[in-house]
């Protein structure tokens, strides 16, 4: 599918959630069968982590059927306050900026343990809807990168392998706080 078939199945509301804010619309996308399943093949494509990142909550309607595809095999999700049950210092929290305001969002170190390793390495990609300031994937990842992990006596580190976004607003230029850190790809940009 190309960017201009693809794109032709967003909605966009001017003002929303707040002035100046034009919000881009993904539903569309999951409500055809075959055009969900030709995007989450695409998706797929190009991730190579075995292990996904994705905040709440339009991200989680596209990573969990990337577990289906045989080279990923874990999902660790970021939720807002009150959403993941933990035991003791297990939750983490990360403070991060949108276009229209800053947010908190809570992950659990209990499932970077379970996700799959490689030489005490844990690759992880870093997936949401839409890329705009950038500053929730940035979020993700300083907080990610910065973690001091042990697990039954072994010392793990993270690794972001790339971004990955359904599409981009590139006049905001949200790639540009996060290419030092990774590749940033996406299916489709809108300018």
């Known amino acids: 599918m190309n960017k201009q078939e693809l794109t032709s199945y967003l909605k966009f ?3 929303f959630p707040t002035k100046g804010v034009n919000f881009v619309d993904i539903i569309p996308l999951i409500q055809n069968k075959d055009i969900f399943a030709q995007t989450v093949e695409e998706l797929g494509a190009l991730i190579t982590a075995a292990n ?5 909550a339009r991200g989680f309607l596209f990573a969990t059927p990337l577990l289906l595809q045989k ?3 874990s999902i660790i999700p970021f939720r807002k306050k009150g959403k993941l049950p933990f035991d003791g210092d297990d939750l983490q929290s990360i403070d991060i900026s ?3 305001g800053t947010d908190k969002l809570f992950f659990r170190k209990s499932d970077l343990y379970s996700s799959e390793k490689s030489n005490n390495i ?10 705009a300031t950038g500053g929730t994937a940035k ?3 300083d907080k990610l990168l910065s973690l ?3 697990c039954n006596g072994e010392k793990y580190k993270i690794e972001i392998t790339e971004f990955v976004f359904l599409g981009e607003l590139s006049f905001l230029d949200g ?3 996060l290419e030092d850190i990774a590749p940033v790809k996406s299916l489709f940009k809108l300018d």
């Open 175 to 177: 790639r540009k706080l």
């Open 13 to 15: 509301y001017k003002d």
């Open 122 to 131: 844990i690759k992880v990609c870093i997936l949401d809807d839409i890329l």
């Open 148 to 150: 001091d992990l042990e």
């Open 98 to 100: 949108k276009e229209y």
């Open 52 to 56: 996904i990142a994705v905040p709440e």
């Open 139 to 141: 979020g993700i990842a």
């Open 71 to 73: 080279h990923i095999s």
